[in-house]
């Protein structure tokens, strides 16, 4: 008998041994359980972790709802009880509730249906762009970046919902094995209180039981936005790599074309510039060699536009049918700016005006005379000199002047260097008394002109014989001629000269000062000057040539008439 309880009591240490073995190897796989569920919690609670706040907010939604739900409830149950103070005073702060409740309703609705909208669409992109210029380019390269910047968003969107989900699975399975250990132990009692003594994460069975429903329900809608995401991941990154394909191929495109484009410009730009020179080694006329240029730049210019223009424009047609419909409103309200350039094709074309030219514009009143420094489309430019237009009546030079083209169809206008002529006529006039002798002026006045305008003479005298092929003329007496002619005040001498026509104010001073030492040495010669006559009764009383008191202005008056001025 002895012997017997002492077998009894040693198979009891025994198993009660062994169940302590068992509790202590079943706390430490909880411990070791716990560290995996606070690995897991640390990185899903992260305050930057957006896949777990959108998932917080969605689960608020739907707590919000469901207390919506209930509180309706519970005051449809109030409703229906008697009233009372109490049940009034219940269903006024139910109703306060429910309004509470439908407001964050109302703020969380956006997580209503897709909690995961922001994270797995991409931003709406703006509609590729044809890639059908240069100007374009920038644009398509633009786009691409774009694409590309989209695309590694969504990838490190889908990268961090598949580490929330390692670690959401990482935490279920822990918390299904801890669900096991309570299920399955026969102490449990005793593991719950070694839990509590311990502060374990979950020291009951049914706080366990909760933590998973909480955690799978998180895995389930995670598991599933991840098949959903992957679907349209897929198919968005088929598509971008689809547009930026059809883009890169696009820009090779016109890089090519631009390359072939830039390369025929060269070949006309090297074509223009060896016609030049070709000009300037067989032309040696410098006004010819200036419009001849011009006229090249012009047509390669043309050229190259009408090839830019052809090449890059996608509907000739359409353009077409667009600058028809706009040509007459611009015809009318661009009127001068299109006759400025059909006058530029007139000027051009038919040589009226060259650059290098002296031309005369008359405009309003006003007298303009200058070198023609450059003809453009819409201008001419003048460099106005000094002149006697401006020595008598501007009393200003020295002043740019721009022409508009259009003035050849409205104005007159005047050019002294046409059909390569470098002279004209320019004449000085003076007055003598009747009593000189007018014959000998005439000579002076003659030998002056021709002793200062020989060599203008001759050139002119060249000028005209090239001319007579392309002209008709019929008067080509090059030599200065003298008119002598009768006037109010005395015999007025008329000298006429061929002079430089961008210096005929410098010959005009020289023979002016030539003839006046040359009469000045003439006794039987007087210039005639303004002077009063003298009447004293009926008797004329003339002045005497070298008595200056004679000459002074005297205003008498006898038999009751203002004596008539004479000048002579």
């Known amino acids: 008998m002895k012997h017997l309880r002492f077998l009894v009591l040693f198979l009891t240490c025994l198993l009660?041994?062994?169940l302590s073995n068992e509790i202590v190897e079943e706390i430490k796989?909880?411990?070791?359980?716990?560290?995996?569920?606070?690995e897991a919690d640390n990185f899903l609670n992260n305050p930057n972790n957006l896949w777990i706040k959108k998932y917080s907010n969605y689960e608020a939604y739907q707590q919000v709802t469901f207390n919506i739900i209930q509180t309706q409830n519970e005051i449809n149950t109030l409703e229906k009880q008697p009233k009372s103070i109490e049940t009034q005073n219940q269903l006024s702060i139910l109703e306060r509730n429910l309004t509470a409740l439908e407001q964050q309703k109302e703020v969380l609705g956006i997580y209503k249906d897709s909690p995961f909208r922001e994270l797995t669409e991409a931003k709406k992109l703006e509609e590729a762009p044809n890639v059908t210029n240069l100007l374009l380019i920038a644009r398509a390269y633009s786009y691409i970046k774009k694409i590309d910047s989209e695309l590694m968003i969504l990838h490190n969107n889908y990268k961090k919902l598949q580490e929330n989900l390692k670690y959401i699975r990482q935490k279920d399975e822990a918390l299904s094995k801890l669900l096991e250990i309570y299920s399955t132990t026969q102490n449990s009692n005793k593991l719950a209180n070694v839990c509590h003594s311990d502060y374990c994460l979950f020291p009951d069975k049914e706080s366990i039981a909760k933590a998973y429903h909480i955690n799978y329900n998180a895995l389930t809608v995670l598991e599933t936005t991840q098949e959903v995401f992957n679907t349209t991941l897929e198919i968005f990154t088929k598509e971008m790599e689809e547009v930026k394909t059809r883009l890169k191929a696009q820009i090779k495109e016109q890089f090519i074309k631009s390359i072939y484009i830039g390369i025929t410009i060269l070949i006309l730009i090297g074509i223009a510039f060896s016609i030049k020179l070709g000009v300037r080694k067989y032309i040696h006329d410098n006004e010819r060699i200036y419009t001849t240029n011009k006229i090249i730049n012009f047509l390669n210019i043309t050229l190259i536009v009408l090839i830019l223009l052809f090449a890059y424009l996608d509907n000739v047609s359409y353009l077409v049918t667009v600058l028809g419909f706009a040509s007459a409103g611009l015809a009318i309200a661009m009127k001068d700016l299109f006759m400025s350039i059909l006058g530029w094709i007139v000027i051009v074309v038919g040589g009226c005006v060259h650059?290098?030219?002296?031309?005369?514009v008359i405009k309003e009143g006003a007298v303009y005379i200058g070198d023609v420094l450059d003809i453009s489309v819409l201008r001419i430019t003048l460099y106005e000199d000094i002149t006697l237009t401006t020595y008598r009546e501007n009393r200003r030079a020295g002043r740019i002047i721009f022409v508009p083209n259009n003035f050849v169809f409205t104005t007159m206008f005047s050019n002294y260097t046409h059909g390569g002529m470098k002279t004209v006529w320019d004449g000085i006039?003076?007055?003598?008394?009747?009593?000189?002798?007018?014959?000998?002026?005439?000579?002076?006045?003659?030998?002056c002109a021709k002793k200062y305008a020989k060599g203008y003479?001759?050139?002119?005298?060249?000028?005209?014989?090239?001319?007579?092929?392309?002209?008709?003329?019929?008067?080509?007496n090059v030599e200065p001629r003298v008119f002598s002619l009768l006037e109010p005040n005395g015999i007025r001498i008329s000298v006429w000269y061929l002079t430089n026509a961008y210096a005929t104010l410098a010959l005009r001073s020289s023979i002016s000062s030539e003839i006046i030492d040359e009469i000045l040495q003439e006794s039987n010669i007087q210039i005639a000057y303004p002077s009063t006559t003298i009447y004293e009764g009926k008797q004329k009383m003339l002045p005497h040539k070298n008595d200056k008191e004679a000459f002074k202005s005297v205003h008498l008056k006898s038999d009751g008439e203002v004596p008539p001025q004479n000048f002579f």
């Open 16 to 18: 009660t041994n062994a």
């Open 29 to 38: 796989n909880i411990k070791q359980l716990d560290s995996q569920i606070i």
């Open 457 to 476: 003479t001759e050139s002119t005298r060249k000028q005209f014989v090239k001319m007579r092929d392309r002209f008709s003329l019929r008067n080509t």
């Open 429 to 447: 006039d003076f007055t003598i008394t009747f009593d000189s002798d007018h014959e000998r002026a005439c000579h002076i006045a003659r030998e």
């Open 355 to 360: 650059a290098g030219d002296r031309i005369k």
